[in-house]
């Protein structure tokens, strides 16, 4: 081949070779930029978000404050602006927490703006105890005097309707249907399937009633398990029952004759019966509106939100002085090491209460507990700072949903505990799950390994190997020793014999009815009543409260939770229901521990 063809080759080469580089640096350019602008799009959106969420609200004469049921109720307000963001529509909800509803249900009974209050249920379950003590704020708001009505366009669910209980008339469109049949708890069985993958989950227990294994051992409930679900849902049912009957002068029989033959699929029934007051259109309800807020035919009613109603001024300003009460809420998981926003980290929740010690301002402190537990010793960790805090001033706990096994851990060593009927408590033991996929990995996958140790038992536990004799008696020894310290903790706390804790221990779950008789609680009453409770115990009557922990700076959050906010969402989107599966092994593979938490998840609906 001549050269001068080689060399016009090879420059060919070069320039297509450049050509392509220099696009290829262009798209590369092009993306960086246009990430850099989403970022700075993003970040002036949520910003304008953010400021908007803190201006000063006006509320017309004659206005309505709509409060909206059927969606999940977190404890406090969450203040992460990317937690409203649907991944999917790319639209913006929000939900206010269950300490804004209560401020803005005691502020709007004072406003004289406010002329009565709209429940709008929709279809989500919020869990029963935060359904109770919303329902009760709402008792105290009729009491100024103001009218409450309940209106359901689609399914009104059953936690919607024990909150609308509450109201002066419950209606619910002609086509919609009241779905009233009781309390049901699934639980879902993965032994088969992980028998089928060539997974075997080891498990290390104490305790007969710690069904939280059960799922991985067992392809139905035992006898324990069931006993235990069957009392305190039947609990659980009883105190909901007894407050339809009361609310709407039905006997008690009657109500649970209506749930058994399903009569909620025939409102006309439901009405004859008295739960319900009727069936309308929205424009007949909006006529009954204005009709109780003294509004004329035809005109506009002004509605407010509870989310934007929180930024409306109060009648009277908030008590000062230097004497507070600080509430601490704590929802979610129990792990090592900080956490987030949704879940309890060890190391920052007992950095938190051992501040709270120390502010010599703070008179007492409110814990907000609602957790199903997680890792016994994060538990530990907070609830020695409790014990420690309690010595100096008093601490009561306030249980919310949940508050059972590492969730009661953290809130024995208080001076007061606190709960709903319907709180789902106890479950004092504990566990530890240790998967061995040595099946899978070599027979289904073909992967095989091997192990260089200088010790007999370096590499235990191990996914890829079944424990040894000796292996499982050690982590069995240290099951037995941790619940020995649980036991011990609940009954120094609890002023009980260890003894007596064992008995009513065991992992047992108990709902907060039957754990005030047992001696797990000490009273019934929701955040509001362990506020006043914490403020006699100190002698206080005159403090402001403060909400800890703070939440973090906005930008700091933004870096922090976009991604795992919108992620978060987009698993629950994709997955549905089954999300919580995913949650359930997640939470139990990286808990890097014994666990104590309550049995799998339950959802009573």
Do not use: C
């Not at 977190?74 to 409203?84: A, E, I, L, V």
């Not at 709903?420 to 095989?448: H, M, Q, R």
Request: no cysteine.
């Amino acid at each position: 081949m001549p050269v001068f063809f080689i060399i016009w080759s090879l420059n060919s080469t070069y320039r297509k070779m450049k050509t392509f580089l220099k696009m290829l640096l262009a798209v590369i350019a092009g993306l960086i930029i246009s990430s850099i602008l989403f970022f700075v799009v993003m970040l002036s959106v949520v910003s304008g978000m953010a400021a908007a969420g803190k201006k000063t609200v006006s509320v017309p004469e004659k206005s309505v404050l709509v409060m909206k049921t059927g969606a999940t109720i977190p404890d406090r307000s969450t203040g992460n602006p990317f937690s409203t963001i649907d991944p999917v529509t790319m639209s913006f909800t929000q939900t206010p927490g269950l300490n804004e509803i209560l401020k803005n249900l005691k502020k709007a009974a004072e406003d004289e703006n406010v002329s009565g209050l709209l429940i709008e249920n929709g279809t989500m379950p919020s869990g029963w105890a935060t359904a109770d003590e919303i329902r009760s704020a709402l008792k105290e708001f009729r009491e100024s005097g103001k009218f409450v009505y309940s209106y359901s366009d689609y399914m009104l669910m059953q936690e919607s309707y024990f909150i609308s209980t509450a109201a002066d008339k419950i209606w619910i469109n002609p086509t919609s249907m009241f779905d009233f049949k009781g309390l049901a708890a699934e639980v879902t069985f993965y032994k088969d399937a992980l028998e089928k993958l060539g997974v075997e989950v080891q498990v290390i227990r104490h305790g007969k009633f710690k069904g939280a294994v059960e799922p991985y051992m067992l392809d139905r409930l035992s006898d324990e398990n069931r006993l235990q679900i069957s009392a305190y849902m039947g609990s659980i049912w009883e105190h909901v029952v007894n407050v339809i009957s009361e609310s709407r002068g039905v006997p008690v029989a009657r109500v649970m004759s209506l749930a058994d033959s399903l009569a909620g699929y025939d409102p006309a029934l439901m009405t004859s019966a008295g739960l319900l007051d009727g069936t309308l259109y929205r424009d007949h309800l909006e006529d009954s509106i204005r009709a109780a807020a003294g509004i004329e035919d035809g005109k506009k009613i002004s509605y407010i939100s509870m989310s934007k109603y929180t930024n409306a001024p109060a009648k009277h300003a908030p008590a000062g002085g230097k004497d507070k009460i600080a509430v601490l809420f704590a929802e979610g998981s129990i792990g090592m090491g900080e956490g987030d926003d949704s879940n309890i980290g060890g190391t920052r929740y007992a950095a938190e209460m051992r501040k709270l010690r120390l502010d010599s301002t703070v008179k007492a402190v409110v814990f907000r507990v609602n957790s199903r537990g997680g890792n016994a010793i994060a538990s530990d960790e907070i609830w020695r700072e409790v014990e420690l805090t309690d010595k100096i001033k008093p601490v009561v706990v306030s249980m919310g949903n949940y508050a059972a096994s590492g969730g009661y851990y953290i809130s024995a060593a208080a001076r007061k505990i606190m709960a709903s009927p319907v709180t789902v408590t106890g479950s004092i033991g504990v566990f530890g799950l240790i998967p061995n996929a040595e099946a899978l990995l070599e027979k289904k996958l073909g992967i095989s390994s091997e192990v260089v140790r200088t010790n007999a038992h370096s590499d235990s536990p191990s996914l890829t190997r079944p424990l040894n004799d000796f292996e499982r008696d050690a982590l069995q020894f240290n099951v037995e020793r941790t619940y020995s310290t649980f036991t011990g903790v609940v009954a120094e706390g609890r002023n009980m014999r260890q003894t007596a804790v064992d008995t009513i221990g065991q992992g047992r779950v108990w709902s907060g009815s039957d754990a005030m008789t047992i001696g797990l609680v000490d009273s019934f009453g929701g955040l509001s009543d362990a506020i006043k409770e914490a403020a006699s115990l100190a002698g206080l009557e005159e403090y402001r409260t403060i909400e800890k922990p703070e939440t973090s700076d906005f930008y700091t959050k933004f870096l922090k939770q976009l991604i795992g906010e919108m992620r978060a969402r987009a698993i629950r989107n994709e997955l549905g229901e089954v999300s919580r599966y995913y949650y359930d092994l997640k939470e139990i593979i990286s808990s890097g521990g014994i666990m104590a938490i309550m049995p799998y998840h339950l959802e009573i609906r």
